[in-house]
């Protein structure tokens, strides 16, 4: 294993922010060859249809940086991490929408003006010309997307269902490719206009591709995953052995999570994320899940020797975005797995874990953590409670006294959401640099 010391970044750009820089470089350099299009090809048949123009290139951004963020990447998933990478595709998401909205109020209003006709008239005039009907009906897809997707709505849907309605995106962009090839001006403009956009569209469809598909297909065929054991840690935990073949050049890292699907026990469609709760050895991949629904809690019943179909690894929970010589690792309830693997790269004695439990017999991996930590020369403090009960473990003042020089440490943080929002605000209020912070929150988009 890597020293601590060795994976210490000193005087160099910290991966995320590096990641977060080429991101916003390649969007605003986009954004700005927009902008010299849309000036210089000319303007709408009105002042009216010209605004709409502006808005409906943007839209076409927009709609691309979606497919970048949700590509999977593994160069930005592994410095930016999926969960935030999820937040921005959510929020570009709710702009797309309303630039969409704004783009086909004013197509509308702009060739009312133009012909003296209401807007209902000139609405329904529209949607019989191929062009604008694939427009409107990519606009329609996105207003139903963003409406399961508000939070309040989010909630009463099962993650499939919304998955599944979530999928139409794909075909609203491929309508708006379609739309946009159409409209001559956008792509015609000038011979730099079509050799651009032609470029940008294959460049983000193949980025989808691949890291959505091209990739996982490869890397299953290629490692041929299988269940090599099942071992029941407790009543409700079970962890599952994964081997395959060339695990060693499989680029794992252990705080990485994989979506596991197990065809033969749940129906393909279902996947769950679980975080690899041993650091890799180029031999077997391990996670360890605690029963919360139907999938989780039957993997107890998964046959040895039956094909698990892997994606991943995801995920910047790692070792690469390490920037102090000390580490502080807080985990709460199943999100002790990915710590429990950190700790297998630890090579350093200044290392203190955390690990917020309701009881001590609900200690997930327990007695591999202490031995691990033992073995480190670290700390472990078992923080056994009820959320109500007694004082915070982790407000401000309380992370202090465990932890004197927690300013001075690289903290890990991977729980529940009430738990790793409480613990990010006391880190806030303590003043740790927000470059020694890494958080990973659970779920998928």
Excluded at 350 to 372: F, I, K, P, Q, W
Excluded at 380 to 391: C, F, K, W
Aim: charged letters at 15%.
């Amino acid at each position: 294993m890597e020293a601590t010391i060795s994976r210490v970044r000193q005087g160099t750009i910290p991966p995320v922010i590096a990641a977060r820089w080429a991101l916003w470089t390649f969007v605003i350099v986009n954004v700005v060859i927009v902008e010299i299009l849309f000036l210089t090809a000319g303007t709408g048949k009105n002042g009216t249809l010209t605004v709409a123009k502006f808005f409906g290139l943007h839209a076409a951004v927009l709609m691309l940086f979606q497919l970048l963020l949700v590509a999977r990447l593994p160069w930005l998933d592994r410095r930016i991490g999926m969960d935030r990478l999820t937040v921005w595709h959510r929020w570009v998401g709710f702009a797309l929408l309303w630039t969409l909205l704004t783009h086909a109020v004013l197509v509308v209003l702009g060739y009312a003006r133009l012909d003296g006709a209401s807007m209902t008239k000139t609405f329904f005039a529209l949607a019989g010309v191929p062009a604008s009907l694939l427009g409107m009906l990519a606009a329609a897809i996105v207003v139903v997307i963003a409406a399961v997707s508000a939070r309040q709505v989010r909630r009463r849907l099962r993650y499939e269902t919304w998955h599944g309605l979530h999928l139409l995106l794909y075909v609203a962009l491929g309508l708006a490719f379609v739309h946009q090839l159409q409209e001559t001006t956008t792509f015609s403009s000038s011979a730099f206009a079509t050799v651009y956009w032609w470029a940008l569209w294959l460049f983000a469809f193949g980025a989808l591709v691949t890291g959505r598909i091209v990739m996982p297909v490869w890397r299953n065929a290629y490692h041929r995953f299988e269940v090599a054991a099942v071992v029941p840690e407790s009543d409700s935990v079970v962890s599952v052995h994964v081997t395959g073949r060339h695990l060693d050049k499989l680029p794992a890292r252990a705080g990485q999570f994989c979506v596991w699907r197990f065809p033969g026990h749940n129906h393909w469609w279902l996947a769950n994320p679980f975080s690899l709760s041993a650091a890799p050895d180029g031999r077997t991949l391990r996670l360890t899940a605690k029963a919360v629904g139907s999938a989780s809690a039957g993997l107890r019943h998964v046959p040895v020797g039956s094909r698990a179909f892997v994606e991943g690894p995801y995920g910047a929970f790692t070792s690469l975005h390490r920037t102090r010589p000390g580490a502080l690792l807080i985990a709460g309830g199943v999100g002790i797995t990915p710590v429990r693997a950190l700790l297998e790269e630890e090579a350093a004695d200044d290392v203190v874990v955390l690990y917020r439990v309701r009881s001590e017999e609900d200690a997930v991996l327990g007695d591999e953590v202490r031995t691990l930590v033992d073995g480190l020369g670290g700390r472990l403090h078992l923080l056994a409670g009820r959320t109500g009960e007694g004082a915070p473990p982790f407000a401000p003042e309380n992370l202090r006294a465990l932890v004197p020089d927690v300013a001075e440490r690289d903290v890990y943080v991977c729980g529940p959401p009430a738990m790793t929002t409480a613990v990010l605000t006391s880190l806030r209020a303590l003043k740790v640099p927000p470059r020694q912070v890494h958080a990973e929150r659970f779920g998928l988009a």
